[in-house]
């Protein structure tokens, strides 16, 4: 789920190219130096026309991709539990695999989604900016004299190598170990053998997700976005085609060893382009940079003594990157926390939470597309020092996210049996195990809006260029929040009260991240922000309550569905704008306007 410190010197913000498509190298700098009129940042310029506008076309278009990619992801990824609970339905051979799938979901959020990213992409953003600020003509008399100096290939000698072997290593010893693994995940669990065999078979994923992790965070960096929001239609593809080939034969373990295919595939949909960008030598045809000024923090970091891949591998600089990894490793723990609650319960209960999670964190996921997009952007102005236009692209970013968030919160809580029923209620899945993730779902939703804080804000708070353990401690503190409220909830509401304790613990994190960010990182206004969202609740409260009604006045459970979202759609925005929250108006006016300029042609 489904999210670093920068060790390195500020990176000056490249600019966007006209010409730049969604997928393609964003090339060298061209950010205007002294004297020059003004400075134009990816995303942030609100000037019509020229770069500035440009630079929001591609972010645009990097979205419209992330997005389609995103929801395709999502997709599969619904097939891929509907096929799991139509082969395997929500008993103990069900359960076993989720245990075993604890790896590959710390290893996605460590790997792919949070540490690997927050790392690697303000290492590689530094790396091409040294290349970016080196003279063009010194490069071909460069590519024969002595080593290569292109800074961004020296990034990679410097660590892929290392990164590999240490992949290799956690991922060898996860398999020696997974009898201990097990038992430590799931104290009691019903099939542990089962649940050993499926750890070893997705043992695989500590090293498939770590290289496609580094893949992407190279190819965002470098502005290819195409094959990085690819990765999870990638995966779920493996595992979905392995479970029908072998699912026959060797039961839930096609599952585990499907994950171990999906992860090659991961790797293998970013090779090409990773390549290309690793290997060219000069920005393409019509993408030279143009001859404005290097700013000063490119030179700097140009003409620096230490070379990047040396400030990265440096005792100092892994020092600088460890609240990342304390940060990822405390989020991943919730899963870890709820798994290890519900063991104890009745076989099920695993199954009806990962069921009712996979859901609810759609609209979740969609949210956090944005932020994806723009986090290089908020890092090179926060590295620029242009803090006031970080802050704006922030809050837009906040607003935006909360927003279709909780419309999908709203549409969870409103019609949870019939998305449920839609999904998943066929083959070993009955009625029984529809209405037990529908309640849980609907409890866990209640956290929804907290999760997509916490994926955002992280995001800003590794914008800057110092190691910052704020994130880490307020989600260490949400972490116990989960596991004391959880353990004292189960014993009350079963697995209802572990969904409680989800929702109450990652909401205290948001809370102390959003308050905490105007001190540490970009400066937001803290109390416009906290009643923006609080505005957007009430209206999300608002819909939740129509849609409610209107699902359980259609009986067909996919028209009730579809009913339902219209219904909380129209219901928030209108609520929301009546409220004046936040780009809720704007969203409102684009959707109603072709109505509104067809009202006025008739009149």
């Not at 540490?115 to 071909?140: E, G, H, N, Q, Y």
């Not at 961004?152 to 000698?157: A, D, E, G």
């Not at 020092?319 to 290890?340: D, K, T």
Request: net charge positive.
């Amino acid at each position: 789920m489904s999210d670093t410190t920068h060790s390195l010197p500020a990176v000056p913000p490249p600019s966007v190219p006209p010409a730049a498509e969604a997928g393609s190298a964003v090339p060298a700098p061209a950010t205007a130096g002294p004297g020059t009129a003004a400075t134009v940042t990816p995303g942030l310029s609100e000037e019509p026309g020229g770069r500035g506008s440009a630079s929001a076309r591609f972010l645009a278009r990097a979205a419209f991709v992330t997005a389609a990619l995103t929801a395709a992801g999502s997709l599969l990824g619904l097939l891929r539990d509907q096929t799991i609970a139509h082969l395997y339905g929500a008993g103990p051979d069900t359960d076993a695999f989720l245990v075993a799938w604890t790896v590959p979901e710390v290893a996605a959020t460590l790997l792919i989604e949070d540490a690997m990213a927050l790392i690697l992409v303000p290492a590689f953003s530094l790396a091409l900016a040294r290349r970016a600020a080196r003279p063009p003509r010194d490069r071909p008399r460069e590519r024969v004299q002595g080593p290569d100096p292109d800074p961004v290939r020296q990034l990679t000698r410097a660590t892929l190598p290392r990164l590999f072997l240490a992949l290799s290593a956690c991922a060898a010893l996860l398999v020696v170990c997974a009898p201990w693994a097990v038992a430590v995940l799931a104290p009691g669990l019903p099939e542990p053998g089962l649940a050993v065999d499926c750890t070893r078979l997705t043992a695989t994923s500590i090293f498939t997700y770590g290289v496609a992790g580094y893949c992407s965070a190279a190819l965002r960096a470098h502005g290819s976005f195409l094959a990085p929001a690819a990765i999870y239609v990638a995966s779920n593809v493996g595992i979905i085609s392995t479970m029908l080939l072998a699912g026959a034969e060797t039961g839930v373990r096609a599952a585990g060893a499907g994950v171990a295919v999906g992860g090659v595939f991961m790797v293998l949909i970013q090779l090409p382009a990773l390549w290309n960008r690793l290997t060219e030598r000069r920005p393409p045809s019509g993408h030279e940079p143009p001859s404005a000024p290097v700013p000063a923090t490119a030179a700097a970091a140009a003409t620096a003594g230490t070379t990047a891949p040396a400030r990265l591998t440096s005792p100092v600089a892994l020092g600088l990157l460890v609240p990342v990894i304390a940060f990822a490793l405390s989020r991943q723990s919730q899963v870890l926390v709820e798994r290890f609650l519900a063991a104890p319960l009745p076989a099920g209960a695993i199954s009806h939470l990962n069921y009712a999670q996979k859901v609810a964190q759609i609209p979740m996921t969609l949210s956090l597309m944005l932020c994806t997009v723009t986090f290089p952007v908020v890092a090179r102005a926060m590295a620029a020092g242009e803090t006031d236009r970080a802050r704006r692209r922030v809050e837009r970013d906040l607003a935006l996210a909360g927003i279709i968030v909780l419309i999908g919160a709203a549409t969870v809580v409103s019609c949870a049996p019939q998305i449920i029923e839609v999904l998943f209620q066929r083959g070993e899945f009955h009625s029984q195990d529809t209405a037990a993730t529908a309640a849980v779902m609907r409890v866990y939703a209640l956290g929804l809006l907290g999760h997509t804080l916490v994926g955002a804000l992280v995001r800003c708070y590794f914008s800057a260029a110092r190691p910052l353990w704020f994130p880490a401690l307020a989600m260490t503190a949400g972490l116990a929040l989960t596991g004391g409220a959880g353990a004292l909830l189960v014993g009350v509401w079963g697995v209802l009260g572990i969904a409680a304790a989800n929702a109450v613990g990652v909401t205290l994190t948001a809370v102390l991240m959003l308050h905490g960010l105007r001190r540490h990182s970009v400066p937001v206004r803290t109390r416009h922000m906290t009643g923006a969202l609080a505005k957007l609740s009430a209206a999300a409260a608002v819909a939740t309550g129509s849609g409610w009604l209107c699902a359980a006045l259609v009986p067909s459970p996919v028209l009730a569905t579809l009913a339902a979202g219209l219904v909380v759609t129209a219901v928030f925005l209108v609520a929301a704008s009546a409220l004046k929250a936040p780009e809720a108006g704007s969203i409102l006016r684009s959707l109603t306007r072709p109505f509104s300029r067809k009202l006025a042609d008739a009149r």
